[in-house]
Antibody, heavy 120, light 106 residues
């Protein structure tokens, strides 16, 4: 069974750094891209970027380029999303999801989400 | 950027009804469209990909159609567990989602 299990909820202050994780199991982690999707409170879905854990090839949405860093550690089947300096506007639910093909991206399996709250 | 517009934004329906949700792309995307279902407090779930291909395990009452710029998701006979928010997503270029359609119980 394909599973993506994300790290727990975080409460941070503006300016702090954060790294959240997404651990894959039940499939070959290095053979599929992993994407990250943001959902702000009460809002819709926004694609942030994708990474291929096999070689760490990464592609970002123009809206998120430079704002976050996506990485992966294939030895432990885990992908990461990190911020160097959080803002209140980063408050959102963040989902990781498996991408079944490198082009024509859609998401077939999703993590349970990590809620990030940034507040002073 | 390709903009995706769903209609209606919300719809009320009863168990057993047939419901259709529409998604329009700002430019042609061939058949590169996916549909997701999201229930409150849960992650989205893939229903349809490539406009009309049913994801494994998804009930056959869900179907998708369309190509180019206009697409539809149809639920043939609503079940209680289908009341949720539905999103379309274009996969022709960098992914973008529609704003969502909330399906509520009448």
């Amino acid at each position: 069974e394909v599973q993506l299990v994300q790290s727990g909820a975080e409460v941070k202050k503006p300016g702090e750094s954060l790294k959240i994780s997404c651990k894959g199991s039940g499939y070959s982690f290095t053979s599929y891209w992993i994407g990250w999707v943001r959902q702000m409170p009460g809002k819709g879905l926004e694609w942030m970027g994708i990474i291929y854990p096999g070689d760490s090839d990464t592609r970002y949405s123009p809206s998120f380029q430079g704002q976050v860093t996506i990485s992966a550690d294939k030895s432990i089947s885990t992908a990461y999303l990190q911020w160097s300096s959080l803002k209140a506007s980063d408050t959102a639910m963040y989902y990781c999801a498996r991408v079944p093909r490198a082009t024509r991206i859609h998401f077939d399996y999703w993590g349970q989400g990590t809620l990030v709250t940034v507040s002073s | 950027d390709i903009q995706m517009t769903q209609s209606p934004s919300s719809v009320s329906a009863s168990v057993g009804d047939r419901v259709t949700i529409t998604c329009r792309a700002s430019q042609g995307i061939s058949s590169w469209l996916a549909w997701y279902q999201q229930k409150p407090g849960k992650a989205p779930k893939l229903l349809i990909y490539a406009a009309s291909s049913l994801q494994s395990g998804v009930p056959s009452r869900f179907s998708g159609s369309g190509s180019g710029t206009d697409f539809t998701l149809t639920i043939s006979s609503l079940q209680p567990e289908d009341f949720a928010t539905y999103y379309c997503q274009q996969a022709n270029s960098f992914p973008s989602f529609g704003q969502g359609t909330r399906l509520e119980i009448k």
